[in-house]
T-cell receptor
Framework: SAVISQKPSRDICQRGTSLTIQCQVDSQVTMMFWYRQQPGQSLTLIATANQGSEATYESGFVIDKFPISRPNLTFSTLTVSNMSPEDSSIYLC?????????FGAGTRLSVL | AQSVTQLGSHVSVSEGALVLLRCNYSSSVPPYLFWYVQYPNQGLQLLLKYTSAATLVKGINGFEAEFKKSETSFHLTKPSAHMSDAAEYFCAVSSGGYQKVTFGTGTKLQVIP
């Protein structure tokens, strides 16, 4: 299994500001994933983060809006930049291990 | 390409009744299929997975799912619903390995006392 810790668990932010979400895994993993779950919707993959290289973004997501860091094999951050109310979502960190994707509890973001 | 369709965004069952949550998939390669559960204010927890072994897969909390290739289905069942089963359930598909996982839109299960 995998134990994933995300911080913060929730936040309320003002329009135009940025929020950095942290994800810590209990042991080393090659790939970490960031998902967004908009209200009442399913999960959408934002990007895949490998240690030592730039993140790979899915269609519709760009690095300027969602910069990602992956400084080592157990940690990653996702920044939601220049936020607008449309960014209000749950952001989830995920890792792949032994055939299963494991998820953190998520960060519940509300943008006013 | 791969996709998942979950029929019914909301399902209500009485406590003790059969739970049936429907999932149909589309995949150009042999799929890996998953069911996840999300309790309120929590992340996703894996219920069970199918990875080309036995077609009837048993998971946690008494849930099971059957892979039917001819019907491209992977429905989730539980013989007797419990109040604690109230949650949102997501079906997902991937091509295995580090390939992208695609999620369905989710089904919210309500259990009525």
């Amino acid at each position: 299994s995998a134990v994933i810790s995300q911080k913060p668990s929730r936040d309320i932010c003002q329009r135009g500001t940025s929020l950095t979400i942290q994800c810590q895994v209990d042991s080393q993993v090659t790939m970490m994933f960031w998902y967004r779950q908009q209200p009442g919707q399913s999960l959408t993959l934002i990007a895949t983060a490998n240690q030592g290289s730039e993140a790979t973004y899915e269609s519709g997501f760009v690095i300027d809006k969602f910069p990602i860091s992956r400084p080592n094999l157990t940690f990653s951050t996702l920044t939601v930049s220049n936020m607008s109310p449309e960014d209000s979502s749950i952001y989830l960190c995920s890792v792949y291990r032994e055939g299963i994707q494991y998820f953190g509890a998520g960060t519940r973001l509300s943008v006013l | 390409a791969q996709s998942v369709t979950q029929l019914g965004s909301h399902v209500s069952v009485s406590e003790g009744a059969l739970v049936l949550l429907r999932c149909n998939y589309s995949s150009s390669v042999p799929p890996y299929l998953f069911w996840y559960v999300q309790y309120p204010n929590q992340g996703l927890q894996l219920l069970l997975k199918y990875t080309s072994a036995a077609t009837l897969v048993k998971g946690i909390n008494g849930f099971e799912a059957e892979f039917k290739k001819s019907e491209t289905s992977f429905h989730l069942t539980k013989p007797s619903a419990h109040m604690s089963d109230a949650a949102e359930y997501f079906c997902a598909v991937s091509s295995g390995g580090y390939q992208k996982v695609t999620f369905g839109t989710g089904t919210k299960l309500q259990v009525i006392p």
